[in-house]
C-alpha cells in the first residue's frame, strides 16, 4: 500500500487529487486542509472505505500550525511514497501573519519547505526500503522575478500582490532543485509542476485594482483548465513509468520545461536554503 500526503487537499487541484486517488483505492492518504468540515466530506468519497484516509485540519500560513500536523504525520505513517505540496495563495493586499510573516510567502513557501524539512527523513527511511520516493512541489511559470535578497519577508519593499506571488514561486523552485541535490544519492526524487491556469479561485482580495478585477474573471473562461484536468499532470508524475525516473526536473503539461535560466543557479539556490533556515528556526 502506497502512502501519500497531500497539502491543499479541500479544493481546486488538491481535491481533485485526492478523489482520483481514493476512487482508485487501496492506499494510505493523508489530507491537509483548514476547513475540517471539507476533510471529513473527503473521507466520504465514493470507495473510501477501500483506502485508509487520515485528515489534518491546519492553515499552512502558520508555521506552528505546519510543524503541529507534521509532527502527527509522523505519528501516524511509518512510510510515505509521495508528498505533494500544493497549498497556496495569491493576495492582492498585503497581510501579515500572528507569527510576523507575509502570508504569500509562509503559505507558498516557508510551509512546504518546514514540512519537507521535517519530513524528508522518513521519505529517505521509505525510499531506501522500497527503491524510491518522491516529493512534489507546485511551481507555476509566473516565477520570472528575481529573488527579493535582503527582505524575503516583503517588510521594507513596496506590496504588489503579483510580484509577491510569482517571486514565492521563485522560490519555491528553486527550493525543489536545491532539495533533488541534497537529495541525490538517496532515491528520493523531487520534481515541481506548473498546473496550468485553472479555474480553482486562488486569487483573493477585495481591492484588486482595474483591469485585473475584469481580467480576472475573463481570463479563466478563455484560458482556464479545471482542476480535474490539472491532476493528471500530478497522476503522470507520480505512476507514469518514464515519469518515475525524472528528478530536478519542471514539469508542464506532462513534460519537462525549461525554468527562468536564474533559478538553475546552485549558489543562489543555496544562498537561499540558508535564508530560509533562519526564517524557520524558531519552529523547529
Known sequence: MKSIIISGATSGIGKALVEALILKGN???GIIGRNQEKLKDLTKSNNAESNQIFTYKADLSSLKETKKIAK???????EIDFLINNAG?????????PEGFEKTLVTNYLSTFLLNKILVPILVETASKKGGAQIIN?????????????????????????????????LIISHTFNLAKQLQNTNVRVNTIHPGFVTSGLIKGKKMPFPMN????????FMGITPEKAKETYLWLLFNEEAKQLNATYIDNKKVTKVWPPIRDEKAQERLRIESEGLISNFL
Open 138 to 170: 507546485t511551481g507555476s511559470s509566473g516565477h520570472k522575478r528575481p529573488v527579493n535578497w535582503g527582505d524575503l519577508n516583503f517588510e521594507n519593499t513596496a506590496y504588489d500582490g503579483p510580484f509577491v506571488y510569482e517571486h514565492s514561486k521563485h
Open 27 to 29: 492506499y494510505k492518504i
Open 89 to 97: 495563495v495569491y493576495l492582492y493586499e498585503k497581510e501579515i501573519t
Open 72 to 78: 502527527e504525520i509522523l505519528l501516524d505513517f511509518n
Open 214 to 221: 475584469i481580467l480576472t474573471k475573463i481570463l479563466p473562461i
